[in-house]
């Protein structure tokens, strides 16, 4: 079954506390990118990824990191988290315009 | 400044009637607009699409229509059944290949 997984689906963690969501799909997309959604605001773009070894910034980088050193995998880091990054993040991929996303990951940092 | 506006948070409608959903945008070089949906607990997923050269796109129950004059699309579910209930995003794609997304309009369909 073609589909985007990520992991852990609910993370609480504290202020400072690096910590790693993973993202990987299975349909040989070479985009990738991470958004975060927050009420009011939609979807927002964190970074994204054309290609193996190519990550590029979004609109909400700050505070945040990728990589992408295999085509499957597109990790999502947070080196020192801080409270205004609570929020339900998003990992997709696509090889056209549609994008196929993941179910989420519940983010609380207290 | 949002590019993708949904001015709209929530639409409620009776099932069996039309729904409409309005996405207003301000960049003219977009050159495709996508709808998603997204159920409470799941990732969004794609809906329907149009590109920038069209101005209608129908597949089954939904249509979407492009006014580029007025940098408007809106989609219409008609008629609308209780399963449609859920978050509607609209997006555009620039030239980048980036999608910009709306807030969201969250629709529910009352038996």
């Known amino acids: 079954e073609a589909q985007v997984t990520q992991n852990p689906r609910y993370l609480i963690t504290v202020t400072g506390k690096k910590l790693t969501v993973t993202c990987s799909q299975n349909m040989n997309h070479e985009y990738m990118s991470w958004y975060r959604q927050d009420p009011g605001l939609g979807l927002r773009q964190i970074y994204y990824s054309m290609n193996v070894e190519v990550t590029d910034k979004g609109d909400v980088p700050e505070g945040y990191k990728v990589s992408r050193k295999e085509k499957r995998n597109f990790p999502l880091i947070l080196e020192s988290p801080s409270p205004n990054q609570t929020s339900l993040y998003f990992c997709a991929s696509a090889s056209s315009a549609e994008q196929y996303f993941g179910p989420g990951t519940r983010l609380t940092v207290t | 400044d949002q590019q993708v506006k949904q001015n709209s948070p929530s639409l409620s409608v009776q099932e069996g009637r039309i729904s409409i959903l309005n996405c207003d945008y301000t960049n003219s070089m977009f050159d495709y607009f996508l709808w998603y949906k997204k159920y409470p607990a799941e990732g969004p997923t794609f809906l329907i699409s149009?590109?920038?050269?069209?101005d209608k796109n129908e597949d089954g129950r939904f249509t979407v229509f492009l006014n580029k004059s007025a940098k408007h699309l809106s989609l219409h579910i008609v008629p609308s059944q209780p399963g449609d209930s859920a978050v509607y995003f609209c997006a555009a794609k620039d030239n980048t290949g980036k999608l910009i997304f709306g807030q969201g309009t969250t629709l529910q369909v009352k038996p």
């Open positions: 149009i590109s920038s050269i069209k």
